[in-house]
Antibody, heavy 119, light 110 residues
């Protein structure tokens, strides 16, 4: 069974760093792309970027380039999303999702990680 | 950036009725790269339709997708109470950002 399991909810202060994770199982982790999405009540679902787990090739949305870092450790089938300095505007639910091949849709999603940043 | 506009914002129907949800793109989208997702309260999105009209694994045949170019439709033929959710369309393209989502249609069951 394909599963993406994300790390738990985080409460942080502005200026702190954070790294959240997404562990894949039940499939060949290195042959799929993993995307990260942000969801807020105001802006809805936004695509942040995507990483190919096999060689860590990363593509970012222009809106998030330079704001976050996406990485992966294929030895433990885990993708990461990290911030070096959080702001209150980073408060959101974050989802990872596996991208399927030819038609590019996201077929399996993690359960989400809620990040709350207080000023 | 390709903007996806979904309508209506909210749809309120009775069980057994037919729901028609619209997704309009600001530029032409390849049909191969148009997907629909269902998000129930407190849950992650779930893939319903990919390639504009193909049902994902385990999705009932009450759900169907159609359309091409800039106009796409998700139809739920016979509503059931469990269909209460927000439905999102999503496209993939060569322009930046590669993926965009519509703002969602909230489906309520009377």
């Amino acid at each position: 069974e394909v599963q993406l399991v994300q790390s738990g909810a985080e409460v942080k202060k502005s200026g702190e760093s954070l790294k959240i994770s997404c562990k894949g199982s039940g499939y060949s982790f290195t042959t799929y792309w993993i995307g990260w999405m942000r969801q807020t009540p105001g802006k809805g679902l936004e695509w942040m970027g995507i990483i190919y787990a096999g060689d860590s090739d990363v593509r970012y949305s222009p809106s998030f380039q330079g704001q976050v870092t996406i990485s992966a450790d294929k030895s433990i089938s885990t993708a990461y999303l990290q911030w070096s300095s959080l702001t209150a505007s980073d408060t959101a639910m974050y989802y990872c999702a596996r991208r399927r091949g030819p038609t590019r849709e996201f077929d399996y999603w993690g359960q989400g990680t809620l990040v709350t940043v207080s000023s | 950036e390709i903007v996806l506009t979904q309508s209506p914002g909210t749809l309120s129907l009775s069980p057994g009725e037919r729901a028609t949800l619209s997704c309009r793109a600001s530029q032409s989208v390849s049909s191969n790269y148009l997907a629909w997702y269902q998000q129930k309260p407190g849950q992650a999105p779930r893939l319903l339709i990919y390639g504009a009209s193909s049902r994902a694994t385990g999705i009932p045949d009450r759900f169907s997708g159609s359309g091409s170019g800039t106009d796409f439709t998700l139809t739920i033929s016979r509503l059931e109470p469990e269909d209460i959710a927000v439905y999102y369309c999503q496209q993939y393209g060569d322009s930046h950002p590669e993926y965009t989502f519509g703002q969602g249609t909230k489906l309520e069951i009377k």
